[in-house]
Structures are given as structure tokens and as C-alpha cells.
């Protein structure tokens, strides 16, 4: 496929998570882990982010969101990435993308703001009473991605139609301001195996920092010994596994539970079913426990580690932050002058 993306413009990777809670195996499978595996990649630049200001659309309190910032960045470097390969920063710390956020909200549509999913989730039936930052929210995301000009946007099967929207703004700005390849229309990485994982209690419902029941999920965080727990105790049905992936159609929390071991494990569902085909949970739960606590305990144990120690988390996003906002600002004064705004000479 050749679009904008892959030929003026640098090949560069953006993604954030928002500091809202604990990570989850959702997070981590879904993301996170992705995020690590494109480090390799020499063909990409790298940015992510702890969207802060993506957190403050819906009740928060200030004393806790501190620490999440720090336990998301955390979690980032627990998990594997290298400040040193990879930017690492907090949105909160780059005006650009407020900037950038409040130039979208006047080019995206409300009617396209009015189809986005999410935003009907989170609001619920109290829409009136949701902030309007949470309804502008696509916005400020389309911002992170494109104040960088970011091409590759690693992340879970829910964002896809934010990222739907993030095409449709550039693509908008491009045309009205007759800047043709301004900017790039980004592109998904979303993972094949793992895209979206699912609540333990209810295999219909993706798991959720936000699920009131702990149990539903696997947070990074979790001790080795919650971990298994919360394995033994995922809701599942009392026939034995099926043979082939056809078998796990109506079954919503068989399919989840080994789409989460084939994730883990680097391998098919497929391969996952040829092994434990047959078998019933009481073998398939304590290899998938052991897997999991192999795989995620120690990321929480050094999550532990480096958030004993903030001040140094502090100053890899300060880091960062600086790394960033030196890509952006360029960007940045381009498009005050596109708009025929005075403000790109501006410092702040
Ligand atoms: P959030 O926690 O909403 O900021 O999400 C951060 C990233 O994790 C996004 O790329 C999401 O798509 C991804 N993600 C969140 N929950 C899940 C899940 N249950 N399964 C797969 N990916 C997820
Ligand atoms: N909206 C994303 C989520 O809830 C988080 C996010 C904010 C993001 N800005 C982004 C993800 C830019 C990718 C790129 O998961």
C-alpha cells in the first residue's frame, strides 16, 4: 500500500497509554509489548507517551494522578523499553499537543465527534453531564500523533476508530489548506493475536482498568501469588477444550483464555488448541497461571523497583519531554503559518 505515510514523510512510531489506573495484561498484550518489540526496528523513530492530559476528561484526583504517571512510565520500562532507544516523555509536559488539540477541534466535525464509540461508552447515559474535554478527546489524540507526523500507531483493536478519525482530520486539514502530504495518514499496527483481550468475569467485556471488580483483570502490578489466583478463578464452562478454533465460537471465556496463552506464549490459538485440544481447565488453567506468572510477574517486581525511586522516572520523562517538544515545535510553527496564525515564533 503507498500512501503519504510511507513516502515524504519519516517513518516514525507514536503511542500512549493514560496514567488511569493500573496496567492490565490488556495494556501489556495489547500495546505495550508492541511498543518494545518495534525498538528494534532501526527504521522507525520511536515516541511514547503518558497522555496526562487525556486522564483529566473524566473525575480524577490530583494526588493520585502523579503516581500513575510515574507507575504508566513504569510500566513502559519495566516492560522493556529503553530511554535511550525510545522517546519516553508525558503529554503534559509538550504544549505542542494542546496546541495542536485546540487547531483539530476546529477542523474536526461534530458529526464525526458524534460516532465515536468510546466516548458513548465512557459518558454512558449521563452524556449532558460528560466533560467536554472527554467529547474532544479524539482530537487531542490526533494531535499526539500528528504534531509529530507520526506514521505507525501501535495499539489495541478499541482505538481503531479513533485512529479512523485521525486520518480523516489530516487528510481534512490537508485539503483545506491546500498543503498536500502535510500530514501523514497514519496507519494501525494493531496485533493479530492479541488485539483484544477480555475481562476474566465476562468474556463478552474487554478488560478494563476501570471494571470494578478486580478480579476481571491481571494488573502489571499484581504479586505472583495474585496472579495464579485470579487464573484459577476466571469464570470458564465445564466442557474440555476443543481441537480446532471453530470449537470455541460460543464460547466466549475458553476463546479469551487461550487467546491469552497463544499470546503469551508467542504462538497460535491454533497450536494452543493441538496441545490442550481434549483437556479440560483443570490442566489448562495451571499451565496458563504458570505462563502468566512467568511472563508478568517479574514486570511487576521491577515496576516495584523504579517506582521506589520517582525522582529518576521524573527525569527520563523530563528527558524526554525536552527530545519531543524539539520535534514538535517545527511542526508546530508550520502550521501557525499554514493557518496564517501569528503564533509560531512563540517559546512557550
Ligand atoms: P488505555 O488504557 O485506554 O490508555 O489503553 C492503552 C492501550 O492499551 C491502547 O492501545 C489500547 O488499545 C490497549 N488496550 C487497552 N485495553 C486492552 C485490551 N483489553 N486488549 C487489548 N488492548 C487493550
Ligand atoms: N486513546 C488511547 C486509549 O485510550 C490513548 C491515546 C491517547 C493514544 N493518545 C494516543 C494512543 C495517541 C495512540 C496514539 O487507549
Known amino acids: 500500500m503507498?500512501?503519504?505515510?510511507?513516502?515524504?514523510?519519516?517513518?516514525?512510531?507514536?503511542?500512549?497509554?493514560?496514567?488511569?489506573?493500573?496496567?492490565?495484561?490488556?495494556?501489556?498484550?495489547?500495546?505495550?509489548?508492541?511498543?518494545?518489540a518495534l525498538q528494534d526496528d532501526d527504521s522507525f523513530e520511536r515516541l511514547y507517551?503518558?497522555?496526562?492530559?487525556?486522564?483529566?476528561?473524566?473525575?480524577f484526583k490530583p494526588i493520585e494522578l502523579?503516581?500513575?504517571?510515574?507507575?504508566?512510565?513504569?510500566?513502559?520500562?519495566?516492560?522493556?523499553?529503553?530511554?535511550?532507544?525510545?522517546?519516553?516523555?508525558?503529554?503534559?509536559?509538550?504544549?505542542?499537543?494542546?496546541?495542536?488539540?485546540?487547531?483539530?477541534?476546529?477542523?474536526?466535525?461534530?458529526?464525526?465527534?458524534?460516532?465515536m464509540t468510546q466516548f458513548?461508552?465512557?459518558?454512558?447515559?449521563?452524556?449532558?453531564?460528560?466533560?467536554?474535554?472527554?467529547?474532544?478527546?479524539?482530537?487531542?489524540?490526533?494531535?499526539?500523533?500528528?504534531?509529530?507526523?507520526?506514521?505507525?500507531?501501535p495499539v489495541?483493536?478499541?482505538?481503531?476508530?479513533?485512529?479512523?478519525?485521525?486520518?480523516?482530520?489530516?487528510?481534512k486539514f490537508n485539503n483545506d489548506f491546500e498543503v498536500p502530504d502535510f500530514f501523514p495518514l497514519c496507519e494501525p499496527l494493531i496485533p493479530a493475536e492479541s488485539a483484544r483481550i477480555m475481562s476474566l468475569r465476562d468474556g463478552t467485556a474487554k478488560m478494563s482498568k476501570s471494571d470494578p471488580s478486580d478480579n476481571s483483570r491481571i494488573n502489571l502490578s499484581d504479586t505472583a501469588d495474585l496472579i495464579a489466583q485470579k487464573i484459577r478463578k476466571a469464570k470458564t464452562d465445564p466442557e474440555p477444550l476443543p481441537s480446532d478454533i471453530e470449537g470455541l465460537a460460543e464460547r466466549p471465556e475458553a476463546r479469551n483464555l487461550v487467546g491469552i496463552f497463544a499470546a503469551?506464549?508467542?504462538?497460535?490459538?491454533?497450536?494452543?488448541?493441538?496441545?490442550?485440544?481434549?483437556?479440560?481447565f483443570g490442566d489448562f488453567k495451571p499451565a496458563l497461571a504458570d505462563l502468566t506468572v512467568e511472563k508478568i510477574s517479574p514486570i511487576g517486581d521491577e515496576m516495584r523497583r523504579l517506582t521506589a525511586a520517582p525522582?529518576?522516572?521524573?527525569?527520563?520523562?523530563?528527558?524526554?519531554?525536552?527530545?519531543?517538544?524539539?520535534?514538535?515545535?517545527p511542526i508546530m510553527t508550520e502550521v501557525y503559518e499554514t493557518l496564517g496564525l501569528l503564533g509560531g515564533g512563540t517559546t512557550g
Open 264 to 280: 503469551l506464549a508467542g504462538t497460535t490459538q491454533d497450536a494452543v488448541l493441538g496441545e490442550y485440544g481434549g483437556r479440560g
Open 120 to 153: 458513548k461508552e465512557k459518558a454512558g447515559k449521563n452524556k449532558e453531564n460528560a466533560s467536554v474535554g472527554l467529547y474532544a478527546y479524539p482530537n487531542l489524540m490526533a494531535a499526539d500523533i500528528l504534531v509529530y507526523r507520526a506514521t505507525h500507531v
Open 311 to 329: 525522582d529518576h522516572i521524573d527525569a527520563i520523562l523530563a528527558e524526554g519531554a525536552d527530545r519531543a517538544a524539539a520535534l514538535a515545535r
Open 66 to 115: 502523579k503516581s500513575a504517571i510515574h507507575e504508566v512510565a513504569a510500566a513502559f520500562i519495566a516492560s522493556g523499553l529503553d530511554p535511550a532507544k525510545s522517546i519516553l516523555f508525558n503529554q503534559s509536559r509538550v504544549s505542542a499537543h494542546a496546541e495542536l488539540g485546540w487547531i483539530f477541534n476546529c477542523v474536526a466535525r461534530m458529526g464525526w465527534l458524534n460516532r
Open 2 to 36: 503507498s500512501n503519504t505515510s510511507t513516502t515524504r514523510h519519516t517513518r516514525r512510531v507514536f503511542s500512549g497509554v493514560q496514567p488511569t489506573g493500573n496496567l492490565t495484561l490488556g495494556n501489556y498484550l495489547g500495546a505495550v509489548r508492541n511498543f518494545v
Open 156 to 171: 489495541g483493536d478499541d482505538q481503531k476508530q479513533h485512529l479512523e478519525l485521525t486520518r480523516d482530520i489530516a487528510q
Open 49 to 59: 507517551c503518558v497522555v496526562d492530559m487525556h486522564a483529566i476528561t473524566q473525575p
